[in-house]
């Protein structure tokens, strides 16, 4: 079966700094893998998916994630964070033979300090 | 542009009294899902409807129920809420596996019972 984890529930970065969201996941098979971002009293919104195509993957908001299947990783980065990158994050991965059926982190809550 | 729409954006409603929730959808996806979240969780998937066959997850209470009277529309029903279901009540859809992978959200309603 499918699962995802992310480490970190909360992470805090200042304005410009850095931004490193990890997400590891268990498969038997090759992945489907996306990363949602949640806004307060939103819904999710897609920033980016993996599907088999290029392990580099970009998204929206200058958001981006590699692929590393040694690694079982899909981490989210960002080189510069800006204020309104704050926000809630998951990563889900899509639960194969099972249409689009997804399976998702716990989430992790990005703080941005100015 | 295509989306997913949901209404009302927040519902408050008295404990014992039900309340429908109602979400459409623009996209002519064959699959759509109703998720509850609640403070600080992952989305968890109450059921979902692929065409017009329903597919209920194990541990959703029978207090849910769900119509979807055509493609469009899909509403989620809750019979006698209680105070633990005060949540935010998310609708995604999705196409048919092959033609697009992901689900797209809907803004949510925040339900608040009192």
């Known amino acids: 079966a499918q699962s995802v984890t992310q480490l970190g529930s909360h992470v805090s970065v200042s304005e410009g700094a850095l931004v490193l969201l990890r997400c590891n996941y268990s498969?038997?098979?090759?992945?489907?893998l996306f990363w949602y971002v949640q806004y307060p009293n939103q819904g999710l919104q897609l920033l980016l998916k993996?599907?088999?195509?290029?392990?580099l993957v970009k998204g929206i908001n200058g958001f981006e994630a590699e692929f590393k299947k040694s690694e079982t990783s899909f981490h989210l980065t960002k080189p510069s964070a800006h204020m309104s990158d704050a926000a809630e994050y998951f990563c889900a991965v899509k639960i194969n033979n099972a249409g689009n059926m997804l399976t998702f982190g716990g989430g992790t809550r990005l703080m941005v300090k100015p | 542009d295509a989306m997913v729409i949901q209404n009302p954006r927040y519902q408050v409603t008295q404990f014992g009294k039900p309340v429908t929730l109602s979400c459409s959808q623009t996209l002519n996806h064959n699959v759509m899902y109703w998720y509850q979240q609640k403070s600080s969780q992952a989305p968890k998937l109450l059921f979902h409807?692929?065409?017009?066959?329903?597919?209920n997850e194990a541990d959703t209470p029978d207090n849910f129920q769900s119509r979807r009277p055509n493609t469009s529309f899909c509403f989620l029903d809750i019979r006698s809420p209680g105070l633990g279901d005060a949540a935010m009540y998310l609708c995604a859809t999705s196409g048919r596996t092959g033609t697009s992978v992901g689900q797209f959200f809907g803004p949510g309603t925040r339900l608040t019972v009192l």
């Open positions: 498969s038997s098979v090759p992945p489907y």
């Open positions: 409807y692929y065409d017009k066959d329903f597919n």
């Open positions: 993996y599907t088999s195509a290029a392990t």
